[in-house]
């Protein structure tokens, strides 16, 4: 397992993913930056609409699933590739395997997602003022229901910043996992990097709905959109919990398959 943790950690898509996410989450807020300095209008920008605008209304949510399946799961092709994985069959169980495999995996995702967050609310807390709800010139409202609503009004908004790790880290866990089961399957790299992709889209259109008009299937970027209450959320955290388990689940029979057919 230890060093399963240093590949997954120490790889050079570790760093890419959290260069690569950092860069999608300022895709937008440098953008506003630089046009609000030139109009002069500095005074009206805070850290927290900087940090919570491209979660929002950008696109990072639809690059997560992408960037995911760089930091360890894209290494699962490589190792049925080069007939390391059956190496390690000889002198370990198919339990062991699993676990070592999908531990790090889910850990660096998340790690990588987080990190990137972080690096983001440290940028914009040096580039813009703290968020003081007081404060009437950066004052953003926040409906009652709303589940952000709890944190808004920590100081400087700190409680949002907490919350979200803890989000990311849990998107990022759930897409390197989907990753890291269609490697098990489909062991090529071409697959692993845009099968997830297709899986978020997929689940965005909400095709399901035909068939289960009843039943409310969150939107895949519920754990941090803005416009979500509590209830949503909560779903949504539960079904994500059931999509990881089932995906190891998956990953387990994968390589059991694998092995047993090598």
């Known amino acids: 397992m230890k060093q399963e943790l240093k590949s997954a950690f120490r790889n050079k898509y570790f760093y890419i993913t959290v260069f690569g996410v950092w860069l999608a989450f300022n895709s937008t807020s440098l953008v506003m930056y630089f046009i609000r300095i030139a109009q002069g209008e500095a005074e009206y920008m805070s850290a927290l609409f900087q940090i919570m605008t491209p979660i929002f209304f950008g696109a990072v949510m639809i ?4 960037f995911c399946t760089l930091p360890y799961a894209m290494s699962q092709v490589d190792e049925i590739r080069d007939g390391f994985l059956y190496q390690k069959a000889m002198r370990s169980s198919l339990l062991t395997i699993c676990r070592n495999k999908v531990l790090p995996t ?14 983001n609310v440290l940028l914009w807390h040096l580039l813009s003022q703290p968020y003081v709800d007081s404060n009437p010139m950066i004052n953003l ?7 952000y609503y709890t944190f808004w009004f920590s100081k400087y908004a700190w409680g949002v910043y907490a ?3 803890f989000n ?6 759930l897409w390197s996992m989907i990753a890291l089961t269609v490697a098990i399957w489909l062991p090529d790299r071409f697959l692993t990097l845009t099968i997830p992709t297709g899986i978020y889209f997929f689940w965005w259109t909400d095709p399901y709905r035909f068939l289960f008009p009843k039943v409310p299937i969150p939107d ?12 949503v959320y909560r779903s949504t955290l539960t079904l994500h919990g059931i999509l990881i388990i089932l995906c190891v689940v998956l990953y387990y029979f ?7 057919n090598a």
């Open 63 to 66: 690059l997560i699933p992408f």
């Open 106 to 119: 889910m850990l660096s995702g998340g790690a990588a997602l987080t990190l990137a967050w972080l690096l």
């Open 141 to 147: 409202p926040m409906a009652e229901n709303n589940f």
């Open 163 to 165: 919350f979200n790790c």
């Open 168 to 173: 990311f880290f849990v998107i990022g866990a």
């Open 220 to 231: 895949p970027s519920s754990l941090i959109n803005e416009g979500i209450t509590w209830s």
């Open 254 to 260: 994968g390589l059991k398959r694998r092995l047993t």
